[in-house]
Structures are given as C-alpha cells and as structure tokens.
C-alpha cells in the first residue's frame, strides 16, 4: 500500500456512508404512502426513526471500542450484513410494532457500523488535509439524498413502498460487500525500541475514562447533541412539510435533494476552511447560521424559496458535522479515537432521535410543523454558544495528574 491508497479508503467510506444513512434516511420518503396504505399514525412510524438514532448511538460507542481493538473491515463487513437483511425483513412488515422493531433497531444497528469506524480509520490515514478528508468520508451522507431517496420515489410510484424498501435493501447488499474489501488499516505505526508502539506526537495519553469526563469531552458531547437535536427534525420532515405548504409531492422530494446536494459542497467548504482557519471558528459559525435558517423556513411557501433555504441549510448542516471527528481526533489522539468518537456518536444520536419524534408528535397534535422549527431553531443556536466554549487541548502533563 503507497500513500495515495488513503485516497481509496476515502472513496470506500463515502460509498458506505451514502447507501447506509440513505438507506435510514430514505424513511422520510416512505413516510407518507407507508400510512396512507397501512393506517399506521405518522407518530407510529416516525418513531422507527427515533429507535434509529437511540440504537445508532449505543451502536456507535460499541462498534468503536470493537475498532479500535480488531480494525474497521469486520466492523463494515457486519454492518452491510445487517443493513441488507434490515431492509428486507421490514418490507415484509405486517404490523407496526414489528416495522419499528426491525427498522428502527437492525437499521440502526447496521448503520452506525460505517459512520464511526470509517471516520476513525480516515482520521488514522492523514496527517494533512484530515479536515477535508473527513469531510469527503461523510459526503457520502450529502450524495444520498440525490440517489438514494430520489429512487426510492420512483420505487414506490412505480410499484409500492414494500417493493422498494426491498430493492433497497438487496441494492445495499450489490453495493457494500464488495466496498468492504477495500477497507484497509494505515501503515503499522513505529515501534520504539522495547518492542512496544510507539506513542503518537498528538496522543496525550489519556485513558478512555479520562477522555469521557475531561472538559474537552464534554462540550464536544454537548455541542454535537445539541447541533444534531436541532436539525434532525427539519430534515426528517422537510417532505412533509412542504407538502403541507402546497409543494407536489415529487417537488418536495427534491428540495430533499437540494439540500443534499448543497451538504455535498458544504463539507467540502467546510472541510477546506476548517484546515485554514481551525476547526472551532468555523464549527461556531456554522452552527449560527444553521440555527437561523431553520427560523426562516417559517416564513416560505413557494418552490424556490424552498430551494434557496434548501442551500444554505444542507451546506450549514452538511458542513458541520464532519468537524466534531477532527476536533475528537486533535483533542484525544488516534489510540482511542474510535471509542471516543463513538461516545460522542452516542449523544448526537439521542439529539438525532428528538427531531423525527417530536415533529410526528407535533403534527399529530396540531396538524402544522409551525412549533417544529421554532423549537429547533433555538436549539440550534444553542448549540453555537455551547461551541464558543470549547477549552483548548489537554496537555500530557496535567493528564499525568489527573
């Protein structure tokens, strides 16, 4: 393996991170036919999403530890798996508390295999332009919405949404088991001279209990919980809530795609200024603007000024995401960067599942996602100012104290 191969492992964890989190993601589109052909309340199959996020989070922390013990190829390779059969078996769902079990929990299971363990292994292979790096790995997530969910709408129009959940999870299958090949560790690290691996130049050589209860920890956990409780809601129910506002329904799927498309370019911005300029300027600024253009979408009704939000708000929170990883890996070193960014994984999962839940719950209650974004959008400035306290790095020698 030569140095350009970190290049190979980038492209593998973006195609991992496309089909899986397209793949969970997509029950945004499923969401409508699924209840207006089973009867299912939107709360009911909303909370599918939630399990997601709370089984992706407990999920992450444990496929983290498993990677930073055994290495990121059984890790994908038990994920793919387990996506494929997920999908599968839920099309085949006869009731909803048997759709929640399998989607919500095998689902997320599955898919926090990929997120973690690929951004940790990415992390492992750069040294320079790790920002932009991560930022490509997790573009995956911004490519999915223009693939994935577009053809899961063609799907279920052209069949039914039971016909294309299945085709999804065998697409799933075609595409990931061979991607897992390709994953490989970076270059075995040097070994000093009594036989033991030598430390990293940016390890500071704490154990994982010190990592979890230092400041640094702390406020990353908060921040990314925060960012990600403030977004997660839009973004589930952006569809329907365009549809409420009058936009066709294959026009509402497509403002979807916008934002993935501006995500794409987002992390790329992102990924490039935090390289430049540092990661926590950047990650401060972003979440602000993010939190801001939830507010706006209260006040638009027509196509292209769903579109223009569309834009700024896939980039915001397309962009952002990837630089908690960097901020983990400056903070905490490579040794335990995959429990570490599982932990963290952990608490943005439980802000993930907030969003879906409470907007179905919301709607339910009042027939408008009105409350949705107002909550959401104070959310997210929060998560600015938790970001504006973030403490500078640990240093070896008061870790040796602590």
Request: aromatic share 10%; proline share 5%.
């Amino acid at each position: 393996m030569n140095h350009s191969y970190r290049w190979i492992i980038v492209a593998a964890g973006a195609l991992m991170t496309c089909v899986a989190l397209g793949a969970m993601f997509s029950l945004a589109i499923f969401l409508e036919p699924m209840s207006l052909d089973t009867n299912w309340s939107r709360t009911g199959i909303s909370s599918a999403m939630t399990l997601n996020f709370l089984v992706m989070g407990l999920g992450g922390f444990a496929w983290g530890t498993i990677y930073d013990r055994v290495g990121a190829r059984p890790v994908v390779l038990a994920g793919a798996v387990l996506l494929g059969l997920s999908l599968v078996v839920a099309s085949r769902a006869n009731s909803l508390i048997v759709f929640q079990l399998s989607y919500g929990i095998i689902v997320g299971l599955a898919a926090s295999a990929f997120f973690a363990p690929m951004i940790a292994l990415t992390t492992a292979w750069f040294d320079t332009n790790r920002s932009l790096a991560v930022s490509l790995v997790s573009a995956g997530m911004g490519v999915a919405p223009m693939t994935i969910s577009p053809f899961a709408r063609w799907l279920i129009t052209a069949y039914d949404w039971r016909t294309a959940m299945f085709d999804i999870g065998v697409m799933a299958w075609v595409l990931l088991l061979p991607a897992v090949l390709l994953v490989r560790q970076p270059p075995a690290a040097a070994v000093a001279s009594d036989g033991t691996p030598a430390p990293a130049a940016d390890d500071p050589g704490m154990s994982v209990g010190q990592a979890l209860r230092s400041p640094q920890f702390i406020v990353l956990g908060l921040t990314f919980f925060a960012c990600c409780a403030a977004h997660s809601g839009p973004i589930f129910h952006m569809v329907s809530y365009a549809m409420s506002c009058g936009i066709a329904p294959m026009a509402a799927v497509s403002i979807y795609s916008v934002e993935g498309l501006a995500g794409l370019g987002g992390r790329v911005l992102y990924g490039v200024l935090g390289d430049r300029l540092g990661v926590k300027p950047v990650l401060v600024a972003g979440l602000a603007i993010q939190g801001l253009v939830i507010a706006a979408y209260l006040a638009v009704g027509r196509i292209e000024q769903f579109y223009l939000l569309a834009v700024i708000f896939g980039a915001t929170y397309g962009g952002v995401m990837p630089l908690y990883a960097v901020l983990a890996r400056e903070y905490f070193g490579l040794r335990i960067i995959g429990t570490v960014l599982g932990a963290a994984t952990l608490l943005s999962s439980l802000g993930m599942s907030l969003g879906p839940l409470a907007g179905g719950m919301i709607y339910d209650a009042t027939a408008s996602y009105h409350w949705l974004f107002i909550g959401s959008a104070l959310i997210g400035l929060g998560a600015a100012g938790i970001a504006i306290a973030f403490p500078p790095q640990p240093s070896r020698q008061k870790l040796q104290m602590a």
